[in-house]
């Protein structure tokens, strides 16, 4: 189920050239569909591979209003502060509203994940 106030998120990847590159984040997705359904989720890139944020966003279907932005970054950088909103203004229109959300790095989850992956190299985690 999705958080009352929005209809569809849109996880954000940055993207690359590299095919390859995109397959653990479509994995995601794929999960994430499994469980919420392809209706309330897309996976879209900021640059460099497809589909775009722009490509998207015109895909929903128009009964959608409210969207939410996750970026599935580890950090605020220049894209988050500058490129990003940049799009997003862009894209919103009166029946549209669209929220960038913080970056997934920023989940106290993630972090915690993070810190395991790392103990395990570090021979601190069996």
């Not at 189920?1 to 995109?22: C, N, V």
């Not at 966003?57 to 500058?82: C, M, N, W, Y």
Request: glycine share 4%; no cysteine; hydrophobic share 45%.
């Amino acid at each position: 189920m999705l958080r009352k106030e929005y209809d569809h998120i849109i996880l954000l990847a940055h993207g690359s050239p590299d095919p390859i590159w995109k397959q653990p984040f479509e994995s995601l997705y794929n999960q994430i569909t499994l469980s919420y359904g392809a209706n309330n989720v897309s996976l879209a890139f900021m640059e460099l591979t497809i589909p775009t944020l722009e490509e998207t966003v015109a895909s929903l279907d128009k009964e959608i209003t409210r969207i939410a932005v996750l970026p599935l970054f580890l950090a605020v950088g220049r894209h988050l502060r500058q490129d990003v909103p940049a799009q997003i203004e862009a894209l919103q229109t009166d029946r549209l509203q669209i929220d960038l959300l913080p970056p997934i790095g920023d989940d106290a989850a993630v972090k915690e994940a993070m810190q395991m992956a790392i103990a395990k190299y570090l021979g601190k985690v069996e």
